[in-house]
């Protein structure tokens, strides 16, 4: 079993849909939990930052955490077609774990 | 404020040859870590580099290697290529050791293909 699962999608939503996001983990170590999105042939960006449970906000974006259920959300309100790219989530532990464990990403089309 | 870059962003390599990618961090930032992203795998973890030093590292065999330089620039060096090899390698930045709330910045990737 993999210590971080996502769906790969892909995803299809029409333009204005909300997106939900998610991935599991394995490892209660985790506290800090990141989004990144990746349009093609691109490097990752930095979307969402979290550190332990609870809700952040962003503009259109609101990423959850559940540590007790191990699961964490992306949310995207009022998608645009410009929001079409993979989108990866990506967490890491406390000192020790000198390093992030990514998922393998969601790709996410959103239609005009 | 410059982003990470990587050079090259393209090249081509054949079987057996060597390839060495460079990364420059974001301006003080001390800390580069290499990760291996391919459409099966997703992005693994090659190493991390801290001040000159490698403290940590992935599941890859010892063809894979790198080094830090005192002005935190990295390279990293793939010897005797495989057709697996082909990949996109990120370099990531962060201001100290990646993890404990220090964020990662991704450079824009060197595109390797091996035929």
């Known amino acids: 079993q993999k210590e971080v699962e996502q769906d790969p999608g892909p995803l299809s939503v029409p333009e204005g849909a909300i997106v939900s996001l998610n991935c599991t983990y394995s490892?209660?170590?985790?506290?800090?939990f990141m989004w990144y999105r990746q349009y093609s042939r691109k490097g990752p960006e930095l979307l969402m930052y979290?550190?332990?449970?609870g809700n952040k906000e962003d503009g259109r974006f609101t990423a959850q955490v559940d540590k007790s259920s191990k699961y964490i959300s992306l949310f995207i309100r009022d998608s645009q077609p410009s929001d079409s790219a993979t989108y990866l989530c990506?967490?890491?532990?406390?000192?020790?774990?000198?390093?992030?464990?990514f998922g393998t990403g969601t790709r996410l089309k959103v239609l005009a | 404020k410059a982003g990470v870059t990587q050079t090259p962003r393209y090249l081509i390599k054949t079987r057996g040859q060597q390839v060495t990618l460079s990364c420059s961090p974001i301006?003080?930032?001390?800390?580069v870590s290499w990760y291996q992203q391919t459409p099966g795998q997703g992005l693994q973890f090659l190493f991390e580099?801290?001040?000159?030093?490698?403290?940590n590292k992935g599941n890859f065999p010892g063809r894979f290697s790198g080094r830090q330089f005192s002005n935190s620039r990295s390279e990293m060096n793939v010897s005797t290529l495989e057709l697996g090899d082909s990949a996109l390698y990120l370099c990531?930045?962060?201001?100290?050791?990646?993890?404990?709330?220090?964020?990662?910045?991704f450079g824009e990737g060197s595109w390797l293909t091996v035929v």
């Open positions: 979290t550190y332990s449970s």
């Open positions: 990531a930045s962060s201001l100290e050791r990646a993890s404990s709330g220090n964020t990662i910045y």
């Open positions: 580099y801290f001040s000159e030093t490698q403290r």
């Open positions: 490892n209660s170590a985790f506290q800090y």
């Open positions: 990506a967490m890491s532990g406390t000192s020790g774990t000198y390093k992030y464990i």
């Open positions: 301006s003080g930032h001390r800390s």
